[in-house]
């Protein structure tokens, strides 16, 4: 129950009427009897300076950073974290007795989704990623670091996929590719990555490859959850390959940013539970 003790953490997008990160949330708290409570809070993009500085003025612990301010809350934090810094924008803040560290959980709660869910061995792995916006940047950037061999990375502007490619290479090998090679370059790799929103609500229809593409010995990876099975996860499901929904890295990226303002590890299938629960009821 809210209380004059409660400690408050919350969501700062625009907008953020649809998100399930307080109702997640919110369910975990109280799974845990932790003195928490989470809101969504809507910012305008001149508000986002304010805002972030209501986080010190209110006392909050913490906010996610949703879409559109990812990058926008960085010049007015104190510290960033050096994973958040090498993605280029900030998905979690922490209030450390006034001072407010940014964290980037996304790529890591792919990651750590992705490995529980198939078990995969991402070393020396040859990996396709359709998409080259702020999600792809975050999740290539993480697994880069896990060691991956190369990211082939085929987007509808080449011109986006070329300057994640610049910041990539550093760390390891990268190809662009437009749509129309999209086949060679899954024909090469152990896993395709989905970080478009093809295939989301309402275009559930859509496909941003061709099933023929799909394999047996692939890992399809979807980082949309919304619908819970996209057309993509459908089809690779169809053709015997395995197969992963955003839904574990949603999960994952809030039960990071739990542990991060609790202290305390997440009760993760609590948190799923509550998500699917929502999403299979037809929400979104
Ligand atoms: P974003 O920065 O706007 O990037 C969107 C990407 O999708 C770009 O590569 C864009 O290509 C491509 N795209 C969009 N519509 C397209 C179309 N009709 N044909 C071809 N390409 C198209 O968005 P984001 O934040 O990276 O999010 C991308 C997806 O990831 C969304 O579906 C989002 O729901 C999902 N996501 C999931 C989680 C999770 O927790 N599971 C977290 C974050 C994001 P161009 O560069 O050519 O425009």
Redesign the pocket.
């Known amino acids: 129950m809210i209380g004059s003790k409660t400690t408050m953490v919350g969501l700062f997008g625009r907008p953020v009427a649809h998100s399930l990160s307080p109702l997640m949330h919110n369910a975990a708290f109280e799974y845990q009897q932790l003195p928490f409570a989470y809101a969504a809070f809507e910012i305008q993009n001149d508000q986002v300076k304010e805002a972030v500085e209501a986080i010190r003025a209110l006392g909050m612990r913490g906010v996610n950073v949703t879409?559109p301010h990812k990058v926008a809350v960085m010049p007015y934090l104190d510290r960033i974290d050096p994973l958040a810094e090498r993605i280029g924008a900030v998905n979690t803040i922490v209030n450390e007795q006034g001072e407010l560290i940014g964290y980037n959980t996304?790529g890591a709660?792919?990651v750590r989704s992705l490995v529980e869910e198939t078990e995969i061995e991402l070393r020396d792995l040859t990996i396709t990623m359709?998409?080259?916006?702020?999600?792809?940047?975050?999740v290539a950037c993480t697994l880069a670091e896990a060691g991956v061999q190369k990211i082939n990375i085929v987007?509808?502007?080449l011109g986006?996929?070329e300057t994640l490619a610049s910041f990539l290479s550093p760390m390891v090998a990268v190809e662009v590719l437009p749509?129309t090679q999209a086949k060679e370059a899954v024909a090469e790799s152990s896993l395709l990555i989905n970080?478009?929103?093809?295939g989301?609500f309402p275009h559930m229809e859509?496909m941003?490859v061709e099933s023929e593409c799909l394999r047996q010995d692939l890992i399809v990876s979807d980082?949309?959850?919304?619908p819970l099975e996209t057309k993509l996860i459908q089809q690779a499901k169809e053709r015997g390959a395995v197969h992963h929904s955003?839904?574990?890295?949603?999960i994952n990226?809030g039960a990071l940013a739990y542990e991060l303002w609790t202290g305390q590890a997440a009760p993760v299938n609590k948190m799923r539970e509550i998500v699917l629960q929502h999403l299979q009821q037809g929400g979104n």
């Open positions: 879409i996304d709660g792919f359709l998409g080259a916006g702020g999600a792809a940047r975050a987007n509808r502007s986006r996929a749509f970080t478009t929103s093809i989301m859509e941003p980082l949309i959850y919304n955003g839904v574990g890295m949603f990226q």
